[in-house]
């Protein structure tokens, strides 16, 4: 994950590590080398050994020991113990001086600076992309002569047109206007159809090639991946600055192409960007992955804040949906980032209104009790549509995997831009960006609004101040009804081809597009039907003739919510982000209503939320901290070796020479091996991990003079009895965990997972009367979770 910022192959090392050799000033240091010794044993640090007659060398930690090797899970017990004895350190050594002092008062200060950074960045870079996207959108239908830069909005501000002819400025041509002179008829009609397509043809394009070429790890929402790494497993270079630079301009590319996605989930990715390499900036974060992750967690809640205007609503996203490890401290840290990454956008102020988001809307009428029937309908639909979504989509993505599909990444994006822009032209509805249709969608009609959502039957007669009645149903709103429904239609097919193509994909906008949509038509009905039968039971009572009852736009906030949770399993932070994007604290209630609705129908269906789904589809590590493990199965029935399998690779104390280690590392791929007294007694001494032997070897072969093949390797603190004529002895107790989590072979699996989930560990030793016996690793126990629920256990991929 950090060496990101590293050039390919070059393998991670902690910088400003120094390398001790031999020298003869050691000698005045050798009273005080058990203090020091003592210093640095919690830092894993390779030790050297002289020669056999106990002349140690002073042990300090190698560059590389204590690091993690690429699709790996970190060791968080041990990154959170290192953590406290560096804190430790630094608090002890601040009371001797007053420059000891300011180091520590630095240390503590780092995260505050780290986080205001992180908001900064995060907020600088969503502004950038919202201006860029808005106005690659409008380059799609024509350009501002007035200054080729201006979107269509901005283009048409300083112009003499009056309020309903507001978007047909002068200044502002489309592409017939600007080839043939004129943008009537069937000619021009075609001609801007052609444009359309090809500019969409050409940014989706782009963004394909730019991810394929220099950048893979950027497609996608990202959000699976994040929730893994949060979990503790490595993916070098998914947070680095080529897939930083690359998904920054790809998603501009992308939502500028008019494919069904968003930018909300990207964001994410981009912000946990932003937070992985600022972390180099400090050593604390930059040599510990259990406290890099913790800035991750609140890099997450700055993204969504800036993706939403919603820093509340960001800081719970993080908390519900992504992270693994979130510490009150994190929590606070997360609420300060989202803070400022919000502060920095509205400074921006990407759309011009002063809003963080396109569909900031504000409702001012109540609603009735007996609406809630309606918003659970939604939530019910939101549900259903949710399953759906992730059958299918889980379903495509499976088959782009396992046939020829996957390796045709360019053409499967050409295809399905191209049916993208062909089908979604000819309707206004899909032809407009998703954020500004959401916000159409979400629009309460006004006297002045010229959208053919708000063409109602006008009896000025019956308004009452700003507040319109029920009004009939004109031609215009029932034409918007038809073009609604059949975008509707397109939306959920079409999304279900998108999502998970190799181009920044989010599915928060085009989930809330669908919800928004059926939330709409539903709005108008229920209206139509309060202003014909206000006298039906029903509405007698609270919805009197002339009176503003229904406001079909907050139906389309509620089915926007009720289908984005159906589909992300969110639950308080979904009606968070939607609260703070209305501004409405009267319609927490509704959305609660539809979003729980639509958590428990399509829980019904199928347990797993999209992110989930892409994470089982991928095979990642990730044991899911919410899911109850209910077998009655032990330790001995997971452990390794089984039964005719070969004994367990061991590393004995103090009998092993540096070739029958050598050995052991080039004949096995483990992670990490327990070392024992010996073979016969098989007493469980400690674990020692792959990486750590491999690079303290090589490093004492280097640097040590005396160690040949034939070298004894111990573990011990005193060095066993050997003849004076045999070569120096390698000690290596500084690498070796002395206290690694073990269970006996008859702990139910059920408290073994909750370990391996509470604690984060890599691995658990198995033990039987104090004798070792096997091991579970987390992919032993990810496994054994998968068979027992009829999947197959080989699809957990990696380490």
């Not at 980032?337 to 809307?361: H, Q």
């Not at 079409?494 to 994909?505: E, L, Q």
């Amino acid at each position: 994950l950090s060496s990101s910022l590293d050039p390919p192959g070059t393998p991670f090392s902690s910088a400003g590590d120094l390398e001790y050799s031999p020298s003869p000033l050691l000698c005045a240091f050798l009273k005080w080398q058990n203090i020091i010794t003592a210093r640095f044993s919690s830092y894993n640090g390779g030790g050297m050994n002289g020669t056999s007659t106990m002349m140690d060398f002073l042990e300090e930690p190698l560059p590389g020991v204590g690091t993690y090797e690429d699709f790996n899970t970190i060791d968080w017990v041990r990154e959170k113990s290192r953590d406290r004895d560096r804190h430790r350190e630094i608090t002890s050594r601040s009371k001797e001086s007053t420059w000891a002092l300011i180091h520590s008062v630095s240390d503590a200060f780092s995260g505050w600076l780290l986080m205001l950074l992180i908001g900064l960045l995060a907020g600088s870079l969503a502004g950038l992309i919202d201006i860029s996207a808005h106005w690659m959108t409008d380059l799609k239908e024509g350009v501002c002569l007035a200054g080729f830069w201006f979107n269509h909005e901005h283009c048409c501000w300083k112009s003499n047109t009056t309020f309903t002819d507001r978007d047909k400025c002068p200044e502002w041509k489309s592409w017939s206007q600007l080839i043939l002179g004129h943008g009537e008829g069937a000619f021009a009609y075609i001609l801007n159809y052609f444009m359309y397509v090809v500019w969409a043809l050409l940014f989706s394009l782009l963004a394909v090639l730019l991810v394929k070429g220099f950048a893979p790890y950027a497609c996608g929402s990202g959000i699976p991946e994040i929730k893994t790494i949060l979990s503790g497993f490595i993916i070098r270079g998914y947070l680095g600055k080529w897939t930083l630079i690359i998904k920054t301009i790809t998603l501009v590319l992308a939502v500028s192409s008019g494919l069904s996605l968003g930018k909300e989930g990207p964001l994410v990715h981009v912000a946990c960007c932003c937070g992985n390499i600022l972390c180099h900036l400090f050593t604390k974060y930059r040599k510990n992955e259990a406290k890099r992750r913790e800035v991750l967690s609140a890099a997450a809640a700055a993204g969504v804040s800036v993706a939403f205007g919603a820093p509340i609503g960001g800081v719970l996203f993080s908390l519900e949906e992504v992270s693994y490890y979130f510490p009150l401290k994190t929590l606070w840290r997360s609420f300060f980032a989202a803070l400022v990454a919000a502060f920095t956008l509205r400074s921006i102020n990407p759309f011009g209104n002063s809003r963080l988001v396109l569909f900031y809307v504000e409702f001012h009428m109540p609603w009735h009790l007996l609406e809630l029937v309606p918003f659970i309908l939604l939530g019910i639909f939101g549900g259903l549509w949710g399953a759906f979504f992730i059958r299918s989509n889980i379903a495509w993505c499976r088959r782009r995997k396992t046939t020829k599909l996957g390796k045709y990444p360019v053409l499967e994006v050409f295809v399905v831009t191209a049916i993208t822009a062909i089908l979604a032209f000819p309707n206004e509805y899909t032809r407009m960006s998703t954020s500004e249709l959401i916000s159409e969608l979400f629009n309460d009609c006004g006297i002045l609004d010229s959208s053919k959502l708000c063409e109602y039957v006008n009896d000025f007669n019956s308004t009452k101040g700003d507040d319109l009645p029920d009004r009939a149903a004109g031609p215009g709103v029932y034409t918007a009804m038809w073009q609604l429904a059949l975008a509707l239609i397109m939306k959920v097919f079409i999304t279900i081809f998108t999502f998970g193509m190799k181009v920044p994909s989010g599915l928060f906008i085009p989930s809330m597009a669908v919800g928004a949509i059926a939330g709409r038509l539903l709005g108008v009905a229920m209206e139509q039907l309060a202003y014909y039968h206000h006298d039906w039971a029903i509405f007698s009572g609270w919805c009197s003739q002339g009176a503003d009852c229904i406001t079909p736009g907050l139906y389309a906030m509620v089915g926007a919510a009720a289908c984005l949770g159906g589909v992300t399993r969110m639950t308080v932070s979904l009606v968070v982000i939607m609260f703070e994007l209305t501004g409405g604290l009267e319609y927490i209630v509704p959305l609660m209503a539809a979003a729980m609705t639509s958590k428990w129908v399509a829980d019904a269906i199928g347990r797993e939320g999209i992110y989930d789904a892409h994470i089982r589809l991928n095979g990642y590590p990730f044991l899911e901290a919410k899911e109850e493990f209910s077998h009655k199965t032990l330790a001995m029935d997971v452990m390794r070796p089984r039964r005719n399998d070969p004994p367990l690779t061991v590393i004995t104390q103090d009998s092993m020479t540096v070739e029958d280690v050598e050995t052991i590392i080039n004949e096995t791929t483990y992670s990490g091996y327990p070392v024992v007294v010996s073979r016969e007694s098989q007493r469980l001494v400690g674990f020692v991990l792959r990486r750590d032997l491999i690079i303290s070897v090589e490093n004492a072969r280097k640097k040590q003079d005396g160690i040949v093949s034939t070298s004894i390797i111990y573990f011990t603190d005193h060095s066993p009895p050997l003849p004076p004529s045999s070569p120096s002895m390698l000690k290596l107790r500084s690498i070796l965990d002395l206290s690694p989590f073990t269970v006996t072979d008859q702990t139910p699996m059920e408290i073994v997972v909750d370990i391996f989930r509470k604690l984060g560990l890599r691995q658990c030793l198995v033990t039987h009367n104090g004798k070792l016996l096997g091991i579970i690793t987390k992919k032993d126990v990810l496994k054994h979770i998968a068979q027992l629920a009829n999947q197959d256990p080989d699809s957990i991929l990696f380490n």
